[in-house]
């Protein structure tokens, strides 16, 4: 996300390399190139004119810190700044209320359905509520169709009436149904609109009459810039929404939404969706993200990711593997089916500082492991628990069976036995420190 902003910047800030201190002149050139960055992102004008404004302010007269080049001092007040315009602090989801009614607006084909499904999905598996999702999109039976293949997906209730063509009547009904069957969370999903169907902006007024929600979100397509940042202030003009959900950042978006969107209806950005998978779903943090579109990455996310997998008592019984020499490909399988619970390699990657850049025209694919799993899925049981038995015979037969050569198979066994030693090497509590030293980073 936000590759094409991510350059330019980098490109706009390294041209105060070798200065010894910022001025009028060479500040001026960088912040020209800055706004020019920030246009053809899709950030309005305006916002672009401010937003250079206060960094010139901020910038102008500042000595070098004593371990900071002005390149550096510039990063930092653009960072500072960048952060201030997505919102400044992290803003979580309302949960009060019993049950909590979450109200969905958005326009058609901002990914709403899709949303509500990995909110509920959220909510299920970080907050430990018991969702019900409703459907009251009942101009479009393809979207009540859509949210119950997401509601069976994640194992939530859905809940709609056929034949009922009232989504007011329908709101009402499902909170007493969620009341009666002990859901702690509604999650209305209503019909996609645009701003100048009026008969439909009333209706989703009358509904937001009607259920009083604790939370009511607004979706927005990040691909479509300026276009949705003028369609939310719709929006909140009518509804007066609580904060905005960025769906698609995985794709080429420019990121013209992420950084207007703030100023222009001043609510928070709580959620962005990352991908089409239902876990595809992050809490937005302004900083991490300024960190990220400077290159500088986020490895506090990647911290919290990898923790989420991170099983204490899987973690204890291959400790005790590693020190008893026990170690085998079944436990080698077991890692990576969790770092590809964590997301797709290329945004995990781009986490890690000055990754974007390096991987800007890489493509990594998301079967990475395929190869390596149908080696491993080749190995008889014995051969995966006692791994030094694998001579160069059943080498043969393995790389037969999976369809790889006998190269890849002693690339494998090569990268397995460095593996080993490392975690041996981590044994005594080298593992964990390490671990401390990076929860340490939230």
């Given amino acids: 996300m936000f590759n094409n902003l991510s350059e330019k910047l980098d490109k706009a800030l390294h041209t105060l390399k070798g200065h010894g201190k910022i001025t009028e002149v060479n500040v001026a050139e960088t912040l020209k190139e800055v706004r020019r960055a920030l246009l053809d992102a899709d950030v309005n004008f305006k916002i672009a004119k401010e937003f250079t404004n206060t960094v010139k302010e ?190 698609k950042l995985d794709g080429d978006t420019r990121g013209g939404a992420a950084l207007s969107i703030k100023s222009v209806v001043n609510k928070p950005i709580k959620f962005i969706g990352t991908g089409e998978k239902m876990d595809a779903i992050d809490v937005f943090h302004p900083d991490r993200m300024a960190d990220r579109i400077l290159g500088m990455g986020d490895v506090i996310s990647l911290v919290e990711k990898a923790q989420e997998q991170f099983d204490e008592a899987e973690a204890r019984k291959l400790q005790k593997k590693i020190a008893k020499n026990q170690f085998g490909f079944d436990d080698f399988l077991t890692q990576i089916q969790q770092i590809k619970k964590m997301g797709s390699m290329k945004d995990l990657l781009g986490m890690l500082p000055g990754a974007g850049k390096a991987l800007k025209d890489v493509d990594i694919n998301d079967d990475a492991f395929k190869g390596i799993e149908a080696i491993i899925h080749s190995m008889t049981p014995k051969e995966r628990s006692t791994p030094q038995i694998i001579d160069i015979s059943r080498k043969k037969r393995i790389a037969k069976g999976s369809g790889t050569s006998v190269q890849e198979v002693n690339q494998l066994m090569k990268q397995f036995n460095q593996m080993g030693k490392m975690m041996k090497m981590m044994q005594g509590g080298g593992a964990k420190r390490m671990m401390q030293a990076m929860s340490g980073l939230r």
């Fill in 58 to 247: 901020k910038a102008l007269g500042q000595d070098v810190l004593t371990t900071l080049n002005p390149g550096q001092l510039m990063v930092k007040i653009v960072k500072d700044e960048l952060t201030k315009l997505m919102g400044g602090d992290t803003v979580g989801v309302n949960l009060a209320g019993s049950p909590t009614v979450i109200l969905m607006s958005g326009l058609q084909g901002s990914g709403k359905t899709t949303f509500s499904g990995k909110l509920a999905n959220f909510l299920k598996k970080k907050k430990n509520k018991q969702v019900l999702l409703v459907g009251c999109d009942v101009y479009r039976p393809a979207a009540i169709n859509q949210l119950k293949v997401v509601g069976e997906q994640i194992g939530v209730e859905v809940y709609s009436e056929e034949g009922n063509q009232n989504p007011v009547e329908i709101s009402k009904n499902a909170i007493a149904h969620a009341k009666a069957n002990g859901k702690n969370v509604v999650i209305i999903d209503t019909a996609g609109r645009l701003a100048i169907d009026e008969v439909l902006m009333t209706e989703i007024s009358n509904i937001h009459k009607a259920v009083t929600p604790q939370e009511t979100l607004f979706v927005v397509d990040s691909m479509t810039g300026q276009d949705a940042v003028n369609t939310a202030k719709a929006f909140n003009d009518l509804l007066n929404f609580d904060g905005v959900v960025l769906t």
